[in-house]
């Protein structure tokens, strides 16, 4: 078996946009309708930033070689 050239790690957090449509149209003063993608990230990405700095465990991450494949 050979090694593969890279490896990737990867950490994935998922947040359900349902949660967070009616801060953001309220916030905005806009309807659900009129809510972005952009708007979404803006609004979660202190979650993110304080998702991403909690410590780690093997189980946390996926690893990857350089085709995606799951190591």
Avoid: C
């Avoid at 957090?13 to 149209?25: K, L, M, R």
């Avoid at 659900?32 to 930033?49: G, Q, R, S, Y």
């Avoid at 909690?54 to 085709?67: A, G, T, Y």
């Amino acid at each position: 078996m050979s090694l593969p050239e890279h490896i990737n790690a990867i950490r994935t957090f998922t947040y359900s946009t349902d949660n967070f449509i009616d801060d953001v149209a309220m916030s905005n003063e806009i309807s659900k309708d009129e809510v972005t993608t952009d708007m979404l990230t803006d609004w979660i990405k202190d979650w993110v930033a304080e998702d991403m700095s909690s410590p780690l465990s093997r189980h946390d991450i996926v690893f990857q070689d350089e085709n995606g494949g799951e190591l």
